[in-house]
């Protein structure tokens, strides 16, 4: 049973343009929403978190917005430039013994023509 | 500064011969490990994690195995690879006091079972 799902699997938007990548889950004990960017050939890495104790969280041209009641989270990348080409994964985390579990959508590949 | 070594990076293996990847952390103590696993279009899946030393979790039922013989050293092994086994395989960290529920990925393994 897939817990958090994404969408869409993949994206193609023009430079400057504006890429929202969507993420719903099921688990109303997760308590931390991170996005990880992955390169081709390199591992993940974290890009920005949130959690659910707000609805919005903005760092430079990457916003995510979290609707806590619809159990939706989304990633809106403003002014996407070519290097943002890369693929997206939302993740949602649940604390267990002291440790964060996360469990990752599956990911949303994004072009970004110049 | 933290960081996580992960090899070898890329693999070619037989059917039913063995596997051991590992990976190392270094500059945290008692760090969270985890192994995943990327297919195409099924996101990150993990496989183990653990969160101390001899202490492992398993998440899929399969023919892989870990194990954290020291405090920073986490390995994947197989003993008979399946085609199935082909994918990339990513190691991660997170701390372990403190978990802030960010986690550390490696450059990951590409294994191809042939």
């Known amino acids: 049973q897939q817990q958090v799902k994404q969408s869409p699997q993949s994206l193609i938007v023009q430079k400057g343009g504006i890429s929202i990548i969507n993420c719903a889950y099921e688990?109303?004990?997760?308590?931390?929403f991170p996005w990880y960017q992955q390169f081709p050939g390199k591992g993940p890495a974290l890009l920005i978190a949130?959690?659910?104790?707000?609805s919005e969280k903005k760092e430079g041209r990457f916003t995510i917005s979290f609707n806590k009641s619809a159990k939706q989270f989304s990633l809106h990348i403003m002014d996407s430039q070519p290097g943002d080409s890369a693929t997206y994964f939302c993740?949602?985390?649940?604390?267990?013994?002291?440790?964060?579990?996360?469990?990752f959508g599956r990911g949303t590949s994004l072009i970004v023509h110049p | 500064s933290q960081t996580i070594h992960q090899w070898p990076a890329t693999l070619v293996q037989p059917v039913g011969s063995p596997l051991s990847l590992e990976c190392t952390v270094e500059g945290t103590s008692n760090p969270n490990l985890y192994w995943y696993r990327q297919a195409a279009g099924r996101g990150l899946q993990l496989l183990f994690y653990s969160v101390g030393i001899g202490q492992i979790s398993s998440e899929v039922p399969q023919n892989l195995s870990a194990s954290r013989p020291q405090d920073r050293q986490f390995i994947l092994s197989s003993k008979k690879l399946l085609l199935s086994d082909s994918g990339f395989y990513l190691c991660?960290?997170?701390?372990?006091?403190?978990?802030?529920?960010?986690?550390?990925f490696g450059e990951g393994s590409r294994l191809t079972v042939l």
């Open positions: 688990n109303t004990a997760f308590d931390y």
């Open positions: 991660a960290w997170s701390a372990g006091q403190g978990d802030t529920g960010e986690l550390f």
């Open positions: 993740a949602a985390s649940e604390r267990t013994g002291g440790s964060y579990i996360p469990t």
């Open positions: 949130i959690r659910p104790d707000v």
